[in-house]
Antibody, heavy 119, light 105 residues
Framework: QVQLQESGPGLVKPSGTLSLTCAVSGGSISSSSWWNWVRQPPGKGLEWVGE???????NYNPSLTSRVTVSVDKSINQFSLKLSSVTAADTAVYFCARKSYTSSVFDSWGQGTLVTVSS | DIQLTQSPSFLSASVGDRVTITCRASQGISNYLAWYQQKPGQAPKVLIY???TLQSGVPSRFSGSGSGTEFTLTISSLQPEDFGNYYCQQLNSYPRFGGGTKVEI
């Protein structure tokens, strides 16, 4: 069973860049899956951020595309998220998740990490 | 841009009740819809995909139906562990979630 674990700073200053990493274990990031980031502001719903395939192909939420970069490092079985020019509206729990290549659902998730944007 | 609207946004029910949550898409998405359950402090867990297919390991009291623009998630007999938030997600185009339904026991 694949497991995912997010890591990164819990506090980012306004106008700075949010950087998170998702470590994948129990499976290869080079499998036929897309690797995703989903966020959830405190007390609110889920918002898809973006995804990457091991080849480097990416798709991003159109509302975030100008600020988001998702990258992959196959050598260490990890993928990463960078979100630039952050504001308080970017404060959220950030989850990494695997999208199943058969059903297209997010079938494995990390526990989530809270990132607060504040000075 | 496809929007998903869930109703109700909140429901309170008793153990043993039959519960139905609706998700309406702003345009047809065939059966490209999934349902998730999320408990406080946890990541979401997939219950249903392809509108009506039960994810492995999910209790059979959960079921999904619908196609096109209207979908339902039904819990046939609500259990105490079923409290939490439920989200629909469209699997067509880019992954968008509904606004959620909070289920209180």
């Amino acid at each position: 069973q694949v497991q995912l674990q997010e890591s990164g700073p819990g506090l980012v200053k306004p106008s700075g860049t949010l950087s998170l990493t998702c470590a994948v274990s129990g499976g290869s990031i080079s499998s036929s899956s897309w690797w995703n980031w989903v966020r959830q502001p405190p007390g609110k719903g889920l918002e898809w951020v973006g995804e990457i395939y091991h080849s480097g192909s990416t798709n991003y939420n159109p509302s975030l595309t100008s600020r988001v970069t998702v990258s992959v490092d196959k050598s260490i079985n990890q993928f990463s998220l960078k979100l630039s020019s952050v504001t308080a509206a970017d404060t959220a729990v950030y989850f990494c998740a695997r999208k199943s290549y058969t059903s297209s659902v997010f079938d494995s998730w990390g526990q989530g990490t809270l990132v607060t944007v504040s000075s | 841009d496809i929007q998903l609207t869930q109703s109700p946004s909140f429901l309170s029910a008793s153990v043993g009740d039959r519960v139905t949550i609706t998700c309406r898409a702003s345009q047809g998405i065939s059966n490209y819809l999934a349902w998730y359950q999320q408990k406080p402090g946890q990541a979401p867990k997939v219950l249903i995909y392809a509108a009506s297919t039960l994810q492995s390991g999910v209790p059979s009291r959960f079921s999904g139906s619908g196609s096109g623009t209207e979908f339902t998630l039904t819990i046939s007999s609500l259990q105490p562990e079923d409290f939490g938030n439920y989200y629909c997600q469209q699997l067509n185009s880019y992954p968008r979630f509904g606004g959620g339904t909070k289920v209180e026991i």
